[in-house]
């Protein structure tokens, strides 16, 4: 029957560290949060950039770009899992 020491120190030799959490990554990922809520925000509020393109480029375009935009957004989703 293990022991308590014995599992704690299986537990901590199991790897190599590599599954580890770096010491500062919720930090960059609300960093990474700030940023986009600052530009999606000025954009969508502020400067209007990205909304005049809706404006001129038909409907029929964007819905044709749109489509090997998806497919090929799902390939890498599926490539990344494999």
């Known amino acids: 029957m293990p022991t308590p020491e014995t599992i ?3 537990h901590r030799s ?3 560290g590599a ?3 770096h ?3 919720h ?3 609300f960093v990474c949060l700030a940023a986009f809520l600052a530009v999606w925000g000025l954009d969508s509020f502020v400067v209007r950039f990205s909304t005049f393109p809706a404006a001129s480029v038909p409907l029929s375009l ?3 770009a749109a489509g090997p935009i998806l497919a090929l957004a ?3 989703s ?3 899992l494999a």
């Open 23 to 25: 010491p500062l990554g």
């Open 78 to 80: 599926l490539l990344s």
């Open 27 to 29: 930090l960059g990922q």
């Open 62 to 64: 964007r819905l044709a």
């Open 8 to 10: 704690k120190k299986q």
């Open 14 to 16: 199991h790897g190599d």
């Open 74 to 76: 799902v390939y890498f």
């Open 19 to 21: 599954q580890d959490e």
